[in-house]
């Protein structure tokens, strides 16, 4: 089932994938974070307003990012090197828009690591999954 949503005058189609993909990439950025803060002992879910303190920002600046970028209404099906490319752009912009959000909201100031730490596994991680995505889906289209 497709949706027609307006964009700058044109009409793009939403799709089930495209909506997929969205979906695992907030999946993914939130699952990140969360095994972050298990890496650190902390429980999520006997303090779940500290993960959604830490969750949110990054995921907030995603799809702020993704939104001024139009990274959804690309081809969901682009070329991975395509892929890789935008999705390198929004994650590295997202993750400073993250970590601007994260301080100035919850005056939650991160030693020094963090922002290195979460700016380069994330982009590993979106990247990967894009890419392999992209991969995957080009495949399908040419078989």
């Keep these: 089932m497709d949706t027609a949503v ?4 044109r009409t793009e189609a939403v799709d089930r ?10 999946g993914l950025i939130a699952g990140l974070l969360v095994y972050g ?4 002992e902390a429980n999520p879910l006997a303090q779940p307003l500290s993960t959604l ?8 600046g995603w799809i702020v990012v993704a939104a001024l970028a139009g990274f959804y209404t690309r081809s969901a099906s682009a070329a991975p ?3 890789a ?4 752009v929004v994650w590295l ?3 400073n828009v993250g970590l601007l959000l994260r301080q100035g909201l919850f005056g939650d100031s991160a030693v020094w690591p963090f922002p290195l730490v979460i700016t380069g596994f994330g982009f590993l991680l979106l990247v990967g999954w894009r890419v392999g995505y992209a ?4 495949r399908k289209g040419t078989a």
């Design 85 to 88: 490319r935008l999705t390198a």
């Design 93 to 95: 912009g997202a993750a």
């Design 17 to 26: 994938t495209t909506l997929a993909l969205g979906v695992g990439d907030v």
């Design 53 to 60: 303190e830490t969750v949110a920002p990054f995921v907030v």
């Design 37 to 40: 803060q298990l890496s650190h």
């Design 6 to 9: 307006r964009t700058d005058g």
């Design 135 to 138: 991969t995957v889906a080009g």
């Design 81 to 83: 090197s395509r892929a």
